[in-house]
C-alpha cells in the first residue's frame, strides 16, 4: 500500500532582489532573440530547463509511453506550456515533463492549454525535487488540476497529489518501487513504479 503523507504548507519565496517577469515580457524578449533555449516561467523567476541527465531522459521516455499506450498521442503533451488560472496566469508558465489533456491536439494548435484542459501533469525530479514538491505543487493545486506526480528518480517513488484546493493538494501519497500506480483517469490500468525508472546498477 503507498504511504500517505500530510501535505506540506507552501513556503516558497523568491529571494527580494529577484526580477520579476510576466508571460506578455518572457514572450517579447524570447521574439527579440536575447531570451533563447528552453526555459518556464515560475512566479515570475525564468528558469532555464537546458541539459538533462541520462536517467532523467530515460524516465521522460517510459513515461510518454506509458501514457499515449493509456490515453492516446493526441491526448498527451511532453514538456510544452500550460496556462494555469487566477492569479498566476501572468506570472507563471511551467512546462511540465507530462500533461494529459482533456480534448486532442488538434483543439490546441492555435492556443496553448488551460488548467482546466489538463487531467494529469507529471514532472521528473532529481535535483529540483523540493521544488517540484512545493513551489510546483502550490500552483498547479490553485488552478484545480486534478492530479500530479512527481517521480524521484534519486529515491525511486513517485509521489502522487489529488484533491486540489487553493491551500494545496489535500491528499499525497508516496509510491515505492514494488507497488503499483494508476491515474484517476484511467484507474483500471495500472503501471508498476519500477517500470518507469531506470533499472538499478548490479
Known sequence: MPQTLTPAPYTHEPPPSTIKWTRHQCRAIQ?????????ELIEGEIISKMGQKRPHAYVITRITAWLIALFGEDFVQFQLPILLL?????????EPDGAVLRQPAAAYRDETPYASEVLLVVEVSDSTLRFDQNTKAALYSRSGIPEYWVIDITKRQV???????????????????????????????????ADLLPLLSL
Not at 487566477?86 to 511551467?94: H, I, K, Y
Request: no cysteine; hydrophobic share 30%; proline share 9%.
Open 86 to 94: 487566477g492569479e498566476d496566469n501572468e506570472m507563471s508558465e511551467p
Open 159 to 193: 509521489f502522487v497529489y489529488r484533491e486540489p484546493a487553493p491551500s494545496g493538494y489535500q491528499s499525497v501519497a508516496v509510491y515505492a518501487p514494488d507497488e503499483e500506480i494508476a491515474t484517476l483517469a484511467r484507474p483500471e490500468q495500472a503501471i508498476r513504479v
Open 31 to 39: 521574439e527579440s532573440g536575447v531570451l533563447t533555449g528552453r526555459y
